[in-house]
């Protein structure tokens, strides 16, 4: 694996990650459309009631006006734009490719545009901690009626405990309501997830595309506090492609890692040392593009009283202190602390291993 495709990786996921933060903001229109459509329909009903056809007719209401809402959303921005975007990621992965193997007379392919976007649709996504695995589409379409359905719990709700229509009306679209705060964080996370999926699979069949120079790819994750134990745990992972149990972004909702491709020996050339971006107790500083979450983890932990405190902010201080004081190597610790889903073992549990008893004297 070449530092500069690692680096090449870490820096795109930044771009992935704002233009997935792009297509979230242009539904801001839908969602004043949202709210001005809510307020519509409560205008017309009744100030308080208890009678369930009433309620129901309500709900039905609001769910056949914000379907045709989001539908409009995913046609005439989310959906296009996504279709670009993974064009333009297959371009990029080749692009990558090219430079990186430096043999001029050599030259990388990639799969047709019909290709990309048919693999967009049938590779799912899988999140295995969480048991889900749905196509892009119906994961986009069931997101979102999962909000319908949390706004007509609200409606449902405030009228059977008494409370008029304008209050439900304010407790959804008011100032600090439903919709313009926890509908719009899970929209954001809804199109973040979507294309860091499209990125991944329209990158993944250009480097299997390439398979006489690509035999695998490693993961790549973000360098900061935010990032959740399962990238954390899978950064610096290498998987060939003939490996069953290979794992892929988007690990869950909201993940921000990406792969680099890894190269076959003959390709693998030496290069300069390159760097990759990092966000830790000095703030935000390059590192060397081949090191792990967790051994930069164990740098940031050795930078004194507020080193110790970031990584009881990932880690939480029991578990930090067996991480920095248990004399753990990284590799031993991620493999002695974290199950096969890459979640943390319970420190219940981990007390009783026999593997961790001298780690656990040490830090007392």
Known sequence: MTDKLVQQSSRHAVYVQRFGGHLANLFDPYMDELISKLREIMAKAPDTTQDMREINRIIAE????????????????????????????????????????????????????????????????VFPDSQQTAMLAPFIKGWERGQIDKVNNIIRTGFIT???????????????????????????????????????????????????????????????????SICRSLDGTIYKYNDPKRREPPAHPN?????????????????????????????????????????????????????RAFVEDVLGKERAKLFLDGGLSVERFKRLTIDELFQPIPLEELRKKQSLQLAFDKIG
């Open 62 to 125: 609001y769910r056949k006006a914000s379907l045709v809402i989001y539908g409009e959303y995913n046609d005439d921005a989310l959906l296009e734009q996504l279709d670009e975007f993974a064009i333009s990621e297959a371009e990029f992965a080749q692009d990558g490719l090219q430079d990186a193997i430096e043999t001029p007379d050599f030259e990388t392919t990639r799969p047709s545009n019909t290709q990309i976007l048919a693999a967009i649709k049938t590779k799912p996504l």
């Open 255 to 307: 993940c921000r890692s990406t792969t680099a491709p890894a190269l076959d020996a003959r390709f693998n050339i030496d290069d300069d040392p390159e760097t990759r971006a990092s966000k830790g107790v000095e703030g935000g500083q390059q590192v060397d593009a081949n090191k792990t979450y967790y051994s930069w983890l164990k740098e940031q932990g050795g930078q004194g009283p507020k080193g």
């Open 162 to 228: 008494g409370k008029t229509s304008q209050q439900i009306v304010q407790d959804i679209a008011g100032k600090n309501g439903y919709l313009k705060n926890q509908n719009m964080k899970s929209i954001k996370t809804m199109v973040r997830t979507a294309t860091n999926q499209i990125s991944n699979v329209a990158r993944q069949a250009t480097y299997q595309d390439n398979d006489d120079i690509v035999i695998g790819y490693e993961w790549v994750s973000t360098l900061d506090v935010r990032t959740s």
